[in-house]
């Protein structure tokens, strides 16, 4: 089975521009969560989709967005970039059960290596 | 809310000794505990999980975790290190929020094997 695959790999953009990162979920899985990762703050969880819908949502600006397609594939939107925004973005996928008993396993992807200038 | 506390940031070996990442857990219920791992420019690698079924958890590349409710423990062991173990290391608990299931991560442990 193919793994969870994130593009780009890496982006440059400049502060006030807006950025669109993709991810496609090992096949059968329906939940797509998304994770920034930065030297100072570690890895923190932005959303979590589940059949099209954000079923969780972590304590980020509303710059940050996201959407799930119905094969599962989802895009995270920033934007009005800031320098603050430069971290590495990972995509997890998942099964998708929940529930305090559930023993759903996250799988990640590469990332994406955004830099704002 | 669930959180995790890695209790080492940096933690140095020699090769051919044993490895121990602490980790302890605070949870108000029995929680579902993971072991990633992260090498340089990559993403997270499952190293292992816990889900109740056995406290004592095997996962891959010789590492293995054992689950200590009464010290609210999971920390990650590996009998003889290798230099491709070098890596950081992340200790996460699964919390269930707003209708659905979100990782929260430990700050880390960085791994370094010596020769």
């Known amino acids: 089975k193919a793994g969870v695959t994130q593009t780009p790999r890496y982006l440059i953009k400049t502060r006030g521009q807006q950025v669109t990162l993709s991810c496609s979920p090992i096949?059968?899985?329906?939940?797509v969560s998304w994770y920034q990762q930065t030297p100072g703050q570690g890895l923190q969880f932005l959303f979590e989709y589940f059949s099209e819908t954000q079923r969780n949502k972590g304590n980020f600006p509303g710059r940050f967005s996201g959407r799930q397609f119905s094969n599962s594939r989802s895009e995270m939107n920033v934007s009005t970039l800031e320098l603050g925004d430069s971290a590495l973005y990972l995509c997890?996928?998942?099964?998708?059960?929940?529930?305090?008993?559930?023993?759903?396993?996250?799988?990640f992807g590469p990332g994406t290596r955004l830099t704002v200038l | 809310a669930q959180s995790v506390t890695q209790l080492d940031s940096h933690v140095s070996v020699s090769e051919g000794t044993p490895v121990l990442l602490r980790c302890n857990y605070s949870s108000s219920y029995s929680p579902s505990l993971f072991w990633y791992v992260q090498h340089p420019n990559k993403g997270l690698q499952l190293l292992l999980k816990y889900t109740s079924a056995a406290t004592l958890v095997k996962g891959i590349n010789g590492f293995e975790a054992e689950f200590k409710k009464s010290e609210t423990s999971f920390h990650l062991t590996k009998p003889s290190a290798h230099m491709s173990d070098a890596a950081e290391y992340f200790c996460?608990?699964?919390?269930?929020?707003?209708?659905?299931?979100?990782?929260?991560f430990g700050t880390g442990t960085q791994l370094k094997v010596e020769l």
């Open positions: 096949s059968g899985h329906r939940s």
């Open positions: 996460v608990v699964s919390d269930y929020a707003g209708g659905g299931n979100k990782l929260t």
């Open positions: 997890a996928s998942s099964i998708g059960t929940s529930g305090r008993r559930s023993t759903d396993t996250q799988y």
